[in-house]
């Protein structure tokens, strides 16, 4: 149970990150190409973002959840 409950927070942050990272870089290619994807870090204004923060979180949680079960617990000899 606490290995799940490590696999969600550990999801949760690292789609975070991911998410920040790839809305810096789509704002880069905006600057520098004068596209207008609209992705950018104010979540409650703009519904892309949002789903696009959502995705990631789902995804990375999923991933790190498929590990911990697909993963054996490590045995400990006390």
Do not use: H, K, Y
């Amino acid at each position: 149970m606490l290995r799940l409950a490590a696999a969600v927070i550990l999801g949760v942050i690292t789609g975070t990150i991911l998410f920040l990272v790839v809305a810096l870089g789509i704002g880069v290619v905006n600057d520098t190409m004068g596209m207008q994807i609209p992705v950018n870090l104010l979540i409650a204004e703009n519904m892309f973002s949002a789903i696009l923060l959502v995705l990631l979180i789902l995804i990375c949680v999923a991933g790190f959840c498929r590990q911990v079960w697909i993963t054996p617990p490590s045995d400990t000899d006390t």
